[in-house]
């Protein structure tokens, strides 16, 4: 199986930009689609981005997802941070027996 | 409402079993797959299974192979996660979430139960 790997942590100040990075281990990156969640504290897994880079509704356009296969990793970009974007941020995606895996998780802190 | 919701925390003891159940409602229960999701403390979740409530087909992640049950009762919108042969490293939060129709995602997650175990 592959693992996904993500920083521990990022911080940055309200209304910059962040990005946080999903690397795959093996398989390429581009094979399977990877969707992102976020978790605020206490909370439940909410979506972000499916399918590298589609929002679902309700989450807004400052939040962007992309995928590079010259370093096999996904990416999550949030604009304009706001203070609510705090949380943990979690990269997800399968391989091609349909095993899911989610990456570490990364602490985002908006300060 | 659309919503999952799953049973109540729970305390065992090492080599209990334990089934949570997480109950669909305001929707087709029998159309979407249900994924079983743990999340140890302090760490990223980790992809247990999944089942399809519509014929009980089942995946389930080789890391929980045999450790393991996941089903459903789409009668009564349920899906079970039954874990066997507690150990206090099962001890975590474990989340249903609902993939959407069409697309890779889950897309409504439950609160969660948290389960420890300890003697």
């Known amino acids: 199986n592959f693992v996904l790997t993500q920083p521990h942590s990022v911080s940055e100040s309200p209304g910059k930009t962040v990005t946080i990075s999903c690397t795959r281990s093996?398989?390429?990156?581009?094979?399977?689609?990877v969707q992102w969640y976020q978790q605020r504290p206490g909370g439940s897994p909410t979506a972000v981005i499916f399918?590298?880079?589609?929002?679902p509704s309700g989450v807004p356009d400052r939040f962007s997802g992309s995928i590079d296969s010259s370093s096999n990793s996904a990416s999550l970009t949030i604009s304009g941070l706001e203070t609510e974007d705090e949380g943990d941020y979690f990269c997800h995606s399968y391989d091609s027996f349909n095993h899911e895996v989610f990456g570490g998780g990364t602490k985002l802190t908006v300060l | 409402e659309v919503q999952l919701v799953q049973s109540e925390a729970e305390v065992k003891k090492p080599g209990e079993s334990l089934r949570i159940s997480c109950q669909g409602s305001?929707?087709?229960?029998?159309?979407?797959?249900i994924g079983w999701v743990r999340q140890m403390p302090g760490q990223g979740p980790e992809w247990m299974g999944v089942v399809y409530p519509g014929d009980s087909d089942t995946r389930v992640s080789p890391s929980f192979q045999g450790q393991v049950t996941i089903s459903a009762d789409k009668s009564i919108g349920t899906a079970y996660l039954q874990l066997n042969s507690l150990r206090a490293s099962d001890t975590a939060m474990y989340y249903c979430?609902?993939?959407?129709?069409?697309?890779?995602?889950?897309?409504?997650w439950g609160r969660g139960t948290l389960v420890t175990v300890s003697s």
């Open positions: 093996s398989g390429s990156i581009a094979s399977n689609y």
């Open positions: 979430a609902r993939r959407h129709l069409t697309y890779w995602y889950f897309d409504l």
């Open positions: 399918d590298d880079d589609q929002r």
């Open positions: 305001g929707y087709n229960f029998g159309s979407n797959w």
